[in-house]
């Protein structure tokens, strides 16, 4: 894959994994018992939307260029990044299983990479 399809890919991720993190605080702001205009008028859940559509978007027309089995593996970026985002913006905790998974998760996408090339 060229560097732009690349770059692209991995700003796909990113928006994914940051989609994610507004999909939490969408639902930290829902009562209890939340009423249709909650959901409506959830500004959280509004942007993350927006965003997943935008993404989305180019995601599909990174895929016009690049071929699945060389950007998909790319996703599993996420598993990674969501967790860093949730431990730094919302004060989740990062267990050992996250590193080691997460891990075990690049290993596979290096080897994803490697056999596609």
Same mark, same amino acid.
């Given at each position: 894959?060229?560097?732009?399809?690349?770059?692209?890919?991995?700003?796909?991720?990113?928006?994914?994994?940051?989609?994610?993190?507004?999909?939490?605080?969408?639902?930290?702001?829902?009562?209890?018992?939340?009423?249709?205009?909650?959901?409506?008028?959830?500004?959280?859940?509004?942007?993350?939307?927006?965003?997943?559509?935008?993404?989305?978007?180019?995601?599909? !027309?990174?895929?016009?260029?690049? #071929? @699945? %089995? /060389?950007?998909?593996?790319?996703? &599993?970026?996420?598993? =990674?990044?969501?967790? *860093?985002?949730? !431990?730094?913006?919302?004060?989740? #905790? @990062? %267990? /050992?299983?996250?590193?080691?998974? &997460?891990?075990?998760? =690049?290993?596979?996408? *290096?080897?994803?990479?490697?056999?596609?090339?």
């Amino acid at each position: 894959m060229s560097l732009l399809l690349t770059s692209l890919t991995l700003l796909c991720v990113l928006g994914i994994s940051v989609g994610q993190l507004l999909f939490k605080k969408a639902a930290m702001m829902l009562p209890a018992q939340p009423a249709l205009t909650d959901w409506i008028f959830n500004g959280w859940l509004i942007v993350a939307l927006a965003l997943y559509g935008v993404t989305t978007l180019l995601w599909i !027309w990174v895929l016009r260029s690049a #071929p @699945l %089995h /060389l950007a998909y593996p790319f996703m &599993g970026l996420a598993f =990674l990044i969501v967790p *860093a985002l949730g !431990w730094l913006f919302l004060k989740e #905790p @990062l %267990h /050992l299983q996250t590193f080691i998974g &997460g891990a075990l998760i =690049l290993a596979g996408i *290096a080897v994803a990479g490697r056999a596609s090339a």
